[in-house]
């Protein structure tokens, strides 16, 4: 892989962990401030960010498709961050438990052919 394709990968990983914890920060915790867990780690070919959190559950699914065609002074601000992380990450996956909170997990391949694009 060329240093310019890490370079791009690294910075797909941390716009995606960026977004995630906004939301976290906005939505699930209201912007009252709690512990967000971050761990990172080499599985396989894959590089997996898991963040957890004890904020309100939120299922990623119910938030539609944003409407990319319409023109930007007719968008509204915001609604891109699960958007963007799916389609900078090959992987993202949550799950909601009542005594660990939520869980996201996002991958990105370390080398060869990403499983998205």
Do not use: H, W
Request: hydrophobic content about 40%.
């Amino acid at each position: 892989m060329s240093q310019l394709g890490i370079e791009t990968g690294i910075f797909e990983v941390q716009t995606a962990v960026d977004e995630a914890c906004t939301n976290i920060i906005k939505y699930a915790y209201a912007a009252e401030g709690d512990i967000i867990i971050i761990a990172c780690e080499i599985q396989g070919n894959d590089f997996v960010v898991t963040i957890r959190d004890k904020g309100k559950p939120f299922d990623p699914s119910s938030v539609p498709p944003p409407d990319l065609k319409t023109d930007l002074d007719k968008r509204r601000i915001g609604g891109l961050g699960i958007y963007l992380m799916r389609k900078l990450m090959d992987d993202v996956s949550y799950s909601f438990n009542a005594e660990k909170g939520n869980t996201l997990v996002m991958r990105k391949v370390l080398a060869g052919e990403s499983r998205k694009r």
